[in-house]
């Protein structure tokens, strides 16, 4: 059974921090491009972060210099890492996996990120 699973969603005031993990179970992690997308109300989803099997990253031009992305091959897990939040950044927030080599995407079910003051 493939499983992303997100945490670290929360409330917070704009310039507030915030970072979301999300573990994955059931796949060979180490072999997955993993990303960040988020979809606010009335919007598509859009891409947020990607970092690659071989730890390059990529960052939207709205997130860039702000937002970092990191993986841990041992646990597992990707993390989105959010400084200097902005009411805009208000979404919901989705871990991806993509094996790209065989085709291979998995999605978690999402966690909420709101910037309100």
């Known amino acids: 059974q493939v499983q992303l699973v997100e945490s670290g969603g929360g409330s917070v005031q704009p310039g507030g921090s915030l970072r979301l993990s999300c573990a994955a179970s059931?796949?060979?992690?180490?072999?997955?491009?993993m990303g960040w997308y988020r979809q606010a109300p009335g919007k598509p989803r859009e891409s947020v972060a990607h970092i690659s099997s071989s730890g390059i990253r990529n960052y939207a031009d709205s997130v860039k210099g702000r937002f970092t992305i990191s993986r841990d091959n041992a646990k597992n897990t990707v993390y989105l890492q959010m400084n200097s939040l902005k009411p805009e950044d208000t979404a919901v927030y989705y871990c991806?996996?993509?094996?790209?080599?065989?085709?291979?995407?998995?999605w978690g079910q999402g966690t909420q990120v709101t910037v309100s003051s």
């Open positions: 059931g796949i060979i992690f180490r072999t997955y491009r």
């Open positions: 991806n996996a993509d094996q790209m080599s065989w085709g291979a995407d998995y």
